[in-house]
C-alpha cells in the first residue's frame, strides 16, 4: 500500500526539476527496499534472491534462477473464485508451505476470514458452521493446529479393497470419499522430484530421463487441478498462466541458511545454502540403492557431504560455533552411515522379498544432498497406521478401517496414501520420502503432520526401528537435520 502510493507520487512529479524527481525516486527506491527488508507481505514487484528469513533456529533462503522472486506471477494471483493463490497455501515465508504459527497469525489477524479459511478443504469438514469467529475457530482446527489441508479422495474403481468403517470425527468421510488430511508440500526444489504429490496422484507422465518434459507436464496438470480445486475456479487458467507458474516453481530453491548455534551454513568448507543446492546435479535414478542408477554407478550410503569439512575441524575457543559445528558433522555421518535394520516397510521389504535389510537412512532418502527417492518409490513406514506408533500424534485425524477383499484382511489407517490411487492393498498406507531441505522453516513433519518436531522424526525413527540412538547420537541428527 505505502509503496504503491510512493509510485503515484514518483508518477506525479515529472514535471518536477530532475534534482527532485531523482531525491522522490532515490526515496521511493529506500521505501521499496525497506518494505522488502522487512518482509513486507504482498509487497508489490520483486524479492531480491537469497533473502534471509528468520526459522525457528536460525534462518532459510530461497535462490531463483530467474534473478528475483516475481511476485506479479500467476502463482500470486487469484485464478479462482475464493480469493485463494497457490501464495495462500505455499508461503515463501514459511518454507513454500503453511506451518501453525503462520496460520495462527492469519487467523488473529482477519478473524479467520483470510481466504486460507475456506471450508471447501480448510476445514474439518466442508459442511462445518463459519458463521462465527467462534464457530471458525472449531471449524478449522486442524488448520490452525498442524497446518493441515483436507484432501477428499474416492477409492479408485476394481480396489482391491472396501471401506469396512469409517471413524471421521467431522462426519464428513464416507466409504465413497475420504476425508484426508495433509500437508501442503513445498513449492520450492521441483527440478529434483521423481514423483508429484503425496501418493504420486499427479504423475500422470512417468518423470523419466529421456522425458525431461514429464516433469514439467506433470506440474502444469497440478497447477490447473489446485486452481479448479482449492482455489474453486469456474473456469480453467489459460495454458499461458500455467506455463508460467510452472517456470516460476521450478526456478526456486530453497535451503537453511544459518543456524542459532552453528552460524553461517556455507562457512568453513560446508556447502549448504540455496545456491549450492541450485547447483546439485540430479536425474531420475542417482545413487538408486536398487541399482536403478542408469549409468551403472554403485550405490553410495554417503549421499549427504554438504558438512563433510566440518567432521576435521579442531577444538577451537575462538570460534564458539565449532563445537555445534562438529556436532552438524557427526549428525551427517549418522544420516549416511549409522546401520538401521529396515523391517515391515511396505514397497522395499516386502518387494525385495526381504525380512531385514540393513541400510542406513540413506537407503531411502538417497538422493546426493536433497533426500528425497531419485526414482518413484512409495514407501509404507507407519506414518498412517492406526494406533499412532510412538513419536507420533495422530489426534483429530478420521481412521478409516479397509477390508483387503482377497484375504479379509483388515487395515485401521488414517490415509490409505497411494492405495486411493492405484487401488492396491499393498499400496496402504505409502507415500512418497519428500525432498529434506530447508526442514525448519516447515514444521510439523509427515504427510499428516504427525511429527510436530525433528526430534519426533529422529524418535519416531529410533522405536519404529528399534536403532538404540543415545542422547548424543539424537541431538547430532537433529542438528544435522536442522541445518539442511
Ligand atoms: C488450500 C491450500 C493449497 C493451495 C491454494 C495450493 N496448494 Fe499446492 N498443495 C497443497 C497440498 C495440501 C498439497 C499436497 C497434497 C497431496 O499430496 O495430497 C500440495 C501440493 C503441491 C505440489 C506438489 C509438490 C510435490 O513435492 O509433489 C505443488 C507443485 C503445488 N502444490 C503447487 C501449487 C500451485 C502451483 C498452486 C496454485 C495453482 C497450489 N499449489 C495451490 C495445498 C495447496
Ligand atoms: C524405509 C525408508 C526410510 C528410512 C530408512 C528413513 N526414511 Fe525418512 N521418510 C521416509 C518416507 C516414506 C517419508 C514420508 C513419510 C510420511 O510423510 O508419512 C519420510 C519422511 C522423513 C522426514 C519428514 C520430511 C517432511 O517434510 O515431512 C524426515 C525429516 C525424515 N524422513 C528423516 C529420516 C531420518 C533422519 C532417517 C534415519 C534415521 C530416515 N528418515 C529414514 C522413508 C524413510
Redesign the pocket.
Known amino acids: 500500500m505505502r509503496q504503491n502510493e510512493g509510485r503515484r507520487a514518483v508518477q506525479d512529479v515529472h514535471w518536477l526539476s530532475g534534482t527532485r524527481l531523482a531525491a522522490l525516486l532515490a526515496l521511493a527506491a529506500t521505501l521499496a527496499a525497506t518494505l522488502l527488508w522487512t518482509g513486507g507481505v504482498a509487497a508489490v514487484g520483486n524479492d531480491p534472491n537469497l533473502q534471509p528469513i528468520l526459522d525457528a533456529t536460525g534462518t532459510f533462503q530461497t535462490y531463483t534462477t530467474n534473478g528475483s522472486i516475481d511476485t506479479t506471477n500467476p502463482?500470486f494471483q487469484v485464478?479462482g473464485t475464493n480469493g485463494?493463490?497457490?501464495a495462500?497455501?505455499?508461503d515463501r515465508h514459511d518454507g513454500w508451505t503453511?506451518t501453525p504459527t503462520g496460520v495462527q497469525a492469519r487467523f488473529n489477524a482477519t478473524g479467520g476470514l483470510d481466504p486460507?479459511f475456506?471450508p471447501n478443504?480448510?476445514a474439518n469438514s466442508p459442511n462445518a458452521d463459519v458463521s462465527t469467529v467462534r464457530a471458525r475457530r472449531a471449524a478449522y482446527s486442524m488448520l490452525l493446529t498442524k497446518g493441515l489441508?483436507r484432501?477428499t479422495l474416492s477409492p479408485p474403481q476394481g480396489a482391491e479393497f472396501a471401506v469396512a468403517a469409517v471413524d471421521d470425527p467431522y462426519n464428513y468421510g464416507a466409504p465413497d470419499h475420504l476425508s484426508?488430511f495433509?500437508?501442503?508440500?513445498?513449492?520450492t526444489n521441483?527440478p529434483f522430484?521423481s514423483?508429484?504429490?503425496?501418493?504420486g496422484?499427479?504423475t500422470l507422465q512417468q518423470i523419466t530421463n529421456a522425458n525431461p518434459q514429464a516433469l514439467q507436464t506433470d506440474?502444469m496438470h497440478?497447477?490447473m487441478d489446485?486452481?479448479l480445486g482449492?482455489?474453486q475456479a469456474a473456469i480453467t487458467?489459460s495454458a499461458r498462466q500455467l506455463q508460467q507458474?510452472?517456470s516460476f516453481?521450478t526456478g526456486l530453491f530453497t535451503a537453511q541458511r544459518s543456524d542459532n548455534a552453528a552460524g553461517q551454513l556455507h562457512a568453513q568448507g560446508a556447502s549448504a545454502g540455496a545456491l549450492n543446492l541450485s547447483n546439485q546435479p540430479f536425474y531420475i535414478g542417482i545413487n538408486d540403492p536398487l541399482g536403478l542408477n542408469p549409468t551403472g554407478t554403485p550405490f553410495t550410503p554417503d549421499a549427504m557431504t554438504l558438512y563433510d569439512a566440518w567432521a576435521s575441524l579442531k577444538s577451537s575457543t575462538a570460534n564458539p560455533s565449532t563445537a555445534s559445528r562438529q556436532s552438524v558433522a557427526r549428525g551427517e555421518a549418522i544420516f549416511d552411515r549409522k546401520p538401521i535394520s529396515i523391517t515391515g516397510v511396505g514397497g522395499l521389504n516386502d518387494v525385495l522379498g526381504q525380512p531385514v535389510i540393513v541400510g542406513t537412512c540413506t537407503t531411502c532418502h538417497d538422493t546426493p544432498n536433497v533426500g528425497n527417492h531419485s526414482v518413484a518409490a512409495p514407501l509404507n513406514i507407519g506414518t498412517a497406521d492406526y494406533p499412532a506408533r510412538p513419536g507420533l500424534d495422530e489426534q483429530g485425524l478420521p481412521v478409516y478401517t479397509l477390508r483387503c477383499t482377497a484375504t479379509g484382511a483388515l487395515v485401521h489407517t488414517t490415509d490409505p496414501g497411494r492405495a486411493m490411487v492405484t487401488g492396491k492393498c499393498a499400496d496402504i498406507g505409502k507415500v512418497?520420502g519428500?525432498?529434506l531441505r530447508a526442514l525448519v522453516a516447515r514444521a510439523p513433519y509427515f504427510?499428516n503432520g504427525s511429527a510436530t518436531t525433528l526430534d519426533d522424526v529422529v524418535t519416531f525413527y529410533d522405536n519404529r526401528f528399534n536403532i538404540g540412538f543415545t542422547p548424543q547420537e539424537k541431538a547430532d541428527l537433529v542438528a544435522f537435520l536442522r541445518s539442511l
Do not use: N, S, Y
Open positions: 502463482f485464478l485463494r493463490t497457490c495462500t497455501c505455499h503453511i486460507l475456506r478443504d480448510g489441508i484432501i484426508l495433509r500437508r501442503p508440500l513445498p513449492a521441483l522430484l514423483a508429484v504429490m503425496w501418493d496422484r499427479e506440474l497440478q497447477a489446485a486452481t482449492h482455489a487458467p507458474i510452472v516453481e512418497k519428500p525432498i504427510h
